[in-house]
């Protein structure tokens, strides 16, 4: 059974940076395209970034050019690297896993962990 465990929330002043982890168990990491969702009180839940089996990369346009998203095949591990983080950034944010395309990993299906929560404070 695939697991996938997040960990790196916390609290971060606007303008700080914060880098979020999701290790992936049970299952062939690097068949899968990984991704991060996140979900705010009250909203649903939005796509951030993903990245292919093969490193390519797609993100929101409101996370551009301040989150990185990565993946370490070796350690079964992806990375959310948030920099220049805003209030608006606060959320629960989802690591997500599927056997699909770049693209369709904006959808929300596929394998998730129990999401870590993330505060920015003004």
């Known amino acids: 059974q695939v697991q996938l465990v997040e960990s790196g929330g916390g609290l971060v002043q606007a303008g700080g940076s914060l880098t979020l982890s999701c290790a992936v168990s049970g299952g062939t990491f690097s068949a899968y395209a990984m991704g991060w969702f996140r979900q705010a009180p009250g909203k649903e839940r939005e796509f951030v970034a993903a990245?292919?089996?093969?490193?390519?990369?797609a993100y929101v346009d409101s996370v551009k050019d301040r989150f990185i998203i990565s993946r370490d095949n070796a350690k079964n591990t992806v990375y959310l690297q948030m920099n220049k983080v805003k209030p608006e950034d606060t959320a629960v944010y989802y690591c997500?896993?599927?056997?699909?395309?770049?693209?369709?990993?904006?959808?929300?299906?596929?394998?998730w962990g129990q999401g870590t929560q993330v505060t920015v404070s003004s």
């Open positions: 997500n896993a599927r056997q699909t395309t770049l693209a369709d990993m904006k959808v929300p299906a596929g394998l």
């Open positions: 990245i292919s089996r093969g490193g390519y990369t």
